[in-house]
């Protein structure tokens, strides 16, 4: 036990004196000591900001500063901000700008931001860009950030920034849908009170250590745990030994991931066993304490390597993807029409492109908190399917669903990472053992070795004719899924399907494989397979122009499909009117304009398949009061479905949005929803909470009727009004004084079913497409290759807007991740299938450094949608085609060609010299 030393501070005022280890951080000092949660862990490394605090006026990382550091020192947090409830400028500018998404990350940015403005309170733009470059946001925000510290500059000048004004208002009229509404729970969240997974106090906890292996795929010969049990506070270790034989497997389509490695790991990263102790420290410390022999085997990390004749098998005999495992191809699909061997081109273009592995890298690092008993479980996971994961677990424990409780805290960041269960179940069977509840929030390092998308193999031949039109499209397409399936199939199959993207495509053959490898599982990620596929097809384009004297938007032009044209044979037509999206990005990027030179200009268009089946639960309490209650089950994830749903329920019954409330991620509360991903939650519940609205307004006019006395037929309802004989009232009104009198409430009740259909690939037609034009104009240092982006512009066909605001803030959240494959981010493995480049320090996303000098959105707006107002799904299409865009750009800048991701400046600098030496 170290030597426990006295410090005295002050924190955000208020004196505090307390004795510590001397090996403590400010930040678990502020968080455990003092339940100062504000202050966030991500990376521990002080590279990603989350945990950044004031001490005596600097800007410091508290996971790197020693609390007897801070010693006699003024500490400010994010919750010192805000004085006597009133927020800041500066919090209440990143409210009204849309800098605020899932918010993990922004108490650390915050504090960031205001140590710039109390340096300076006119900083100019490179200033802003230096100052917050040590704070990363996945959800991509910096663009509304930069907005955010020019309006509280103006603020604190006295002035209103003109560009500015208006954001977070309702602007003209009554209505709320349509308008900039800020963001459901925003207050929370740059005020530090927003409670994460990591966040919760949970009584009586053990807290878990993963035990791991620093290779990926072994032979476990031996597990030794005696040491580590004689640990202090160690309470229990558990293996595949101890657990159920055989070892439970699950999954969310094949249940062939056990709940710990059994016999061999197959990935770098796969735990082989986990500690129970009364502290993390303990925790940690025991695990490095458990002596594992094991004998390293050969793995396949590479597509090549996975397809060898002698590639060592990934899954299996008995994990529940095959009968007979005997390959590494999981999964083959084939889709086509016309004939590709007989069709006559005048122009075939053939190439090769790889995308690599990625991770989500979400700052909220993955985390659970599981009290199993024999008959009932309560599981606490920022997951994005709460009821799909109380599915998993109540097959795998064999309890009821009754008695499988989830509750899903808003995840801090998800973008698909967590969809699906991960260790909730190993975090069950430790409670089991111990009767306590068990806690275990992973690591940064530990996240990138639990989820990360598809690295892809694509082959593509395109043919043309003389005027440019398309011919045939003909593709080969290999998804490196990992070790175990979760989503993956489904990830390639769909990512695949519309494979000739929003083209019209006379003849077409598409062989798509889903292939296993000793690698972290991938799962589902922004844009759901569909970026791999276009960083080829989109290449295939612009090798096609160059080659026939065209330019990029001419060909695009050429063979867009139009409004009811197929895109695939005999499914869903083009749903919107693309031309125009494409041709608004042509315009905002100066298209025609005449280049500076060194610049070069390029664009792509991607598409994206909505949700093809699916079923969406609402229930809505109108009260006596007219407040209302919305109960659904999406979760929130820096999306913003919170306020889109209040927007909806209040425009329905003409309440102040601050008498409504929306419950989720509960679900021994709300009603059944299937998920929260494929861009559906404003199409499919959006849909279901319209229609518990219409429910609740029958029950209105039946309240008329029978107060007033006056046939229901008379009674009108309509734009959030009731109009009857004499009365004119908003819904919320002439319930609030009339309702009492029934001496209860209305509750209402909607669904959206979109039904399965056996018969199509995708399980159904696809509900929309997502339809996305990006455009880039760059230049490049060709002494380094660095790419400098001068515009960066994205258009999204959207249906509508049902709030222009967070649509634009979801648009660049998805184009600056976009920018990380495209330009920087890839997992490196080693030799025994290792990754080497774990956590913040190793592995690169974009910062506010790496900003475009300009990045434009915008949209277009047909209300051509199915959801709420002609709405379609949005948030993925601004990352579906970053990568070609930006790679288009690239080559008319400088000549070059690279058909291999990401565009780093070494890989740009190399194809330059390779230039040099052809020339």
Known sequence: MPKLHKIELSVNGQKHSAEIAPNVTLLDFLRDTLQLKGSKECCAVGECGACTVSVNGDTVNSCLFLAIEADGAEVRTVEGLAQQGQLTPLQESFLECGAVQCGFCIPGMVMSAQSILDENPTPDDAEVREGLS???????????????????????????????????CMGDGDKLVGQDVIRSGGVERVSGTQEFLADLEIDNVLHLKMVKLDVARARIDKIDVSKALEVEGVVDILTAADLPQPVPRFGPVYKDRPIIAVGETKYHGEPVAVVAAETLEMAEYAASCVEVSYTPLPCVTTIEDALAEDAPIVPSRDDGTKP??????????????GDVRTAQADVIVENSYTFPMVTHFAIEPHGFVVDAKADRMTVWSPVQHPFLLQKIMAELFDLPLTQVHVLAPDPGGGFGGKQNP?????????SLRTGRPCRLVMTLEETFQTVRRAAARVHARTGFAKDGTIVFQDIESDYMIGAYVDIAERVMTKGNYLGCG??????????????????TPSCAYRGFGTPQIVWAVENQMDAAARELGLDGLSIRMKNLAKKGEEVVRGDFPADG????????TAETIGWDQPLPDGHGRGIAVGIKSGATTGLSNSTIRLLADGSVILYAGTSDMGQGARTIFAQLVADAFGAPLERISVVMGDTAMVPFDLQTSASRSTVFMGTAIQRACADILEQVKELAEDLIGICRDEVQIADGRVRVGEVDQTIYDFVKTRLGKWNGELIGNGRMRKPTDPAHPLGGTPAFFEFNCTAFEVSVDRNTGEILIHKHVTVGDVGKALNPLQVEMQDEGAAIMGLGHSMMEHIVMGADGEIRNLGALDYRIPTTKDMPLSLQTHMVENGDGPGPFGAKGVSEGAILCTAPALAAAVAEAEGVVIRDLPLTPERIWHALQDQKTVA
């Open 324 to 337: 007979s495992a005997t390959s590494n191809i999981l999964q083959e699909r084939n889709y086509g029409w």
């Open 422 to 430: 991960k260790f909730e179940p190993l975090c069950a069977y430790m």
């Open 502 to 519: 929003p083209y019209r495509v006379p003849n077409a053959r598409i062989h798509a494989r889903a292939v296993m490898s000793h690698t």
């Open 134 to 168: 040590g704070n990363l946001c996945r959800c991509g925000g910096y663009n509304r950030m930069f907005q955010a510290m020019k309006s509280a500059s103006n603020k604190l000048a006295g002035n209103t920034c003109a560009d500015l004004a208006g954001h977070g």
């Open 577 to 584: 009117d693309w031309a125009q999206t494409v041709l608004k």
